[in-house]
């Protein structure tokens, strides 16, 4: 909530007496004997910090005066991996493995989302150092890195966030318990289009010919250069017990973006390239843009963007019919980054892209009268899993192709109905 509504304001306790919390006994944040709960910190409180902080951007976006303010998701959740045991100079050691804070931040209606901003509640956070940590502790980095493709795409895309990869080293076990959430289910989520950031991804190589490869002069940067079976966690690895030879290859939630990201900037795309946040397979994909040689294709970027909209522009919708006409865009409210609320020629609301296309009457769900597309996994990013019993969908403008909005749902709910009007008497 703070992020949004008091950027400006030092956090303190006058800031949170102005504030309550009503969570009655029975909720997945404040459950009921004998229901099974733990790991609240990574799961149900931060689903309860996402959903809160969603709404309130998406309102945000709705008055011009905190329009700038509003925010995709940052770091949808965070990764707790607390290890211990005997170090390499035979002395006890314990603590958190600190760069799983490194998620990607979300980006707003005028920036991308900033690199490794770590999660809202944490306001200054610190990671350690490689050298310094394989000095006290028993583990070998063999890598740390951007995770390419994993701030969401948008017309600002999401922050990205780390990917690493290490293995016990100089002693006999490491002994540590992982709690994480999201692996499986995409929480950092865009806004007005724009799609989620990465999930959390954990894969684990038992037994691998690690110290073989370096002793070599191989330079095994991950799982995938060596030999093991490797074990790719969909939900929480829990209690792990780490022998020489084993290797931990772990990434975290990248940015939500803002808005479509076939409107984006072709040139700035291309310069993510070059830095290594948008692979040239991301870039074609969901940002439609062509990267031939390390330079933009303009025209044939154009081609595939135009190919992007006609698709969308074909998805069918539930329902159509007749919708009055806008009178006038001149005094539209801007509710989305291309949604509007306009006056109907003859009296009433309706919904409206900007582009001129008239979605819906304001009294209906304007989501029932764009076209409606189910996305996969690989459709919402490069770096996303996302769980059989949920669906996502996507909302284009079936005038000009737009994506207006992405949503993740339960496969047994319906699609949300996120913008309702009610009169005030």
Known sequence: MLPVIAPDIPWNSGIMRAISVEAPEGLVVNAKQPAPCGGATVGGA??????????????????????????????????VFHVGGLNQHGYPFGGAVTEALTGGGGATAHHDGIDYA???????????????????????????????????????????????????????????????????MPSSTGLHGGLP??????????????KKALASGAAPVGVGDLDGPVTDYAGSPGELFLTPGDVVDWSFHGGGGWCDGIDADAQSVGADVARARISVEGAERYYGVVVKDGEVDVAATTRKRDEIRARRIAWPRSRSGDVPAVATRAGARRIGDKLLLAEAAGGGLVFACDCGHVLAPGSENWKTFAGRATLTAEDLGARVRLHPELVADGYACPGCGSLLAVEVRWQRDEPLHDVQLQRLS
Do not use: C
């Open 118 to 184: 770590g999660p809202h509640e944490i306001l200054s956070y610190q990671i350690t150092n490689v050298e310094g940590d394989e000095s006290n502790f028993p583990r070998l980095w063999l890598r740390r890195e951007i995770n390419t493709d994993s701030g969401g795409a948008g017309r600002h895309h999401g922050g990205s966030s780390l990917s690493s990869a290490f293995t016990v080293h100089d002693a006999n076990f490491v002994h540590g318990v992982l709690m994480a959430h999201s692996l499986s």
């Open 46 to 79: 931060y689903m309860v910090k996402n959903t809160a902080h969603s709404v309130i951007s998406a309102l945000a976006t709705a008055d011009p005066s905190t329009r700038d303010e509003a925010m995709a998701e940052s770091t949808g959740s965070i990764q």
């Open 197 to 210: 950031g990465a999930t959390h991804h954990v894969r684990l190589a038992r037994g691998t010919n690690v």
